[in-house]
């Protein structure tokens, strides 16, 4: 078959690779109609994380047809049509018991690797390195499914692909992402990044009661789109008079949003910020693993008392976070993989009921063959791409 495959920093071809087989009684074998690609995949392009081994595929946003089931999958059938959420979870294990899905303690097969880094191993993901267990992605014509019984859910037939297919992981992460930071009614909540899971946050602090959502970037198209689609306000970082702070203060009469939003992650800009070009000379010289810029200027424009919310990816140890100001200030820090199984079926009934169109975000539509030409426009956010869906 074919998938898309890392082969170095900056470098992902289409190649030839055999076809996924069932190895344990609880996989099922689908067949991609859709599949997307991921900030996250960014991380694993631009090299910022680590384990990733030449002829890797990618791809942990995908959705299709039950083509082969193992032994024990008794739910499933051939032909059904499924989504995946990008994490796996066995469904019984301690963490899986408290709904702590993307903590699952099975499903990572080769935990010795994020244990040394992390203290712990979290769930195994698809096409995410070989920290998270080195599982083959669905940038392909066919995928394995291990802990399909558990970790597969049909999609009623009401619902296109498109409208479907961001359950696997940008809407949950947005959703859980504003469910983190415990919005009380009329809260002001600032949103770092207007990709894909930052828009969904938006919308989804909407739908959990902020009186006020703020989305910040620099990309003209993103911030149109938080506009338009997430009726925020928004600010462009690289266009501030002042800095991305005071704009925020006189936004809140000094006061700060209640609850930020972190969107961005481990690969943040700052349009010149003196900490922001140091973390870059650090990357680049291999000296730090992320840029937390982002980080620090939520934790300092953050109202006391108030919440920050991860859903943004970091890799490694984080250099000069204001720790001072963030204890001062009494903040709490939330963060993590998107516990996914958890929201599939409660935002499907949302998407059923027309209250939200996922769709809104996708710009390009393209043969699983254009997917190397695709990383690339999306990363540089060229030719206005927001999100990309792959047809294999
Ligand atoms: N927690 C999870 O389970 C989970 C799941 C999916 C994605 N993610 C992570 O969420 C993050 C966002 O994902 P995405 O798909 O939206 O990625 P993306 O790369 O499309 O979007 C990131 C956005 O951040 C903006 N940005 C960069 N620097 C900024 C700054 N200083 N201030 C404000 N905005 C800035 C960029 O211009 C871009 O629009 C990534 O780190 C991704 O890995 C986490
Ligand atoms: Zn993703
Ligand atoms: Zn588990």
């Not at 993307?102 to 769930?123: I, V």
């Not at 970082?237 to 800095?243: A, G, L």
């Amino acid at each position: 078959m074919k998938a898309l495959c890392w082969h170095g920093i900056g470098d992902v071809r289409i190649d030839n690779v055999p076809d996924p087989k069932i190895e344990n009684p609880r996989d099922a074998v689908i067949k991609v109609t859709s599949t997307a690609i991921c900030g996250s995949d960014l991380h694993l392009l631009d090299g910022y994380m680590p384990t990733m081994e030449s002829g890797d595929i990618l791809g942990h946003e995908f959705m299709g047809e039950v083509v082969e089931t193992g032994s024990a999958v008794s739910n499933l059938k051939k032909g059904d049509r499924i989504l995946v959420p990008f994490n796996m979870a066995c469904g019984s294990c301690f963490f899986c018991q408290k709904t702590l899905y993307s903590c699952c303690d099975e499903s990572n097969r080769k935990p010795e690797y994020a244990t040394k880094m992390m203290g712990h191993a979290p769930a195994g993901l698809f096409g995410y390195s070989h920290l998270t267990g080195g599982y083959s992605g669905g940038q392909a014509e066919y995928v394995r499914v291990p802990f399909a019984d558990f970790g597969a859910f049909k999609v009623p037939d009401s619902l296109t692909d498109e409208k479907a297919l961001f359950l696997t992981d940008i809407f949950p992460t947005g959703y859980m992402a504003a469910e983190n930071c415990d919005i009380e009614p009329g809260d002001t909540v600032a949103v770092w990044g207007c990709g894909p899971v930052g828009l969904f946050a938006q919308k989804s602090a909407w739908i959990l009661g902020a009186g006020r959502v703020i989305g910040i970037d620099w990309v003209p198209e993103r911030l149109a789109m938080a506009e338009k689609h997430c009726k925020s306000e928004v600010i462009d970082f690289s266009k501030v008079e002042t800095s991305v702070y005071e704009t925020l203060q006189e936004m809140t009469k000094g006061r700060g949003p209640d609850r930020c939003i972190d969107a961005v992650g481990a690969e943040a800009h700052g349009a010149g910020s003196t900490d922001a070009v140091l973390d870059r000379v650090k990357a680049f010289l291999y000296l730090g693993t992320d840029r937390p810029h982002v980080l620090r200027e939520a934790i300092m424009c953050c109202r006391k008392g108030g919440t920050i919310s991860i859903p943004g990816v970091y890799v490694g140890m984080l250099d000069k976070i204001p720790m001072g100001a963030a204890m001062n200030k009494g903040l709490t820090f939330k963060m993590g993989q998107t516990h996914t199984h958890r929201y599939v079926e409660p935002l499907m009934k949302k998407i059923e009921a027309a209250e939200i169109d996922p769709s809104f975000l996708i710009t390009h539509r393209l043969p699983l063959a254009e997917a190397p030409w695709a990383y690339k426009t999306f990363r540089d956010k060229k030719d206005a791409c927001v999100k990309v869906v792959l047809r294999p």
